[in-house]
Nanobody, 122 residues
Framework: QVQLVESGGGLVQPGGSLRLSCAAS????????MGWFRQAPGKERDFVAV????????SYADSVKGRFTVSRDNAKNTVYLQMNSLKPEDTAVYYC???????????????WGQGTQVTVSS
């Protein structure tokens, strides 16, 4: 079992930045693919970004490409999501998740954090 805890969310103005962290406990994440997803009120949970187990391969949703960067530090058992040039439409609860396969699909992920709220508003 692995437990994931997100942090770093909050209220930010449009154009601002936030860095989300996802800390794992229970076992090492070094063999897991890690994904970030987000869910706005009344909407489905959407893919945001994914990073391979060693960190050498990343992919992003078109809506965040060029603004968000996913990274990981396996020595710290932590995954990050740097979010720049934030827009009001980025407002959502952000979740990190762990999987055995490289995927954009939420149903391929086995472990999930509780989520952290990101609100972009002036």
């Amino acid at each position: 079992q692995v437990q994931l805890v997100e942090s770093g969310g909050g209220l930010v103005q449009p154009g601002g930045s936030l860095r989300l962290s996802c800390a794992a406990s229970g076992r090492a994440l070094s063999r897991d693919v890690m994904g970030w997803f987000r869910q706005a009120p009344g909407k489905e949970r959407d893919f945001v970004a994914v990073i391979s187990s060693a960190g050498g391969h990343t992919s992003y949703a078109d809506s965040v490409k060029g603004r968000f960067t996913v990274s990981r530090d396996n020595a710290k058992n932590t995954v990050y999501l740097q979010m720049n040039s934030l827009k009001p439409e980025d407002t959502a609860v952000y979740y990190c998740a762990a999987a055995n396969v490289y995927s954009f699909r939420p149903d391929r992920y086995n472990y999930w954090g509780q989520g952290t709220q990101v609100t972009v508003s002036s």
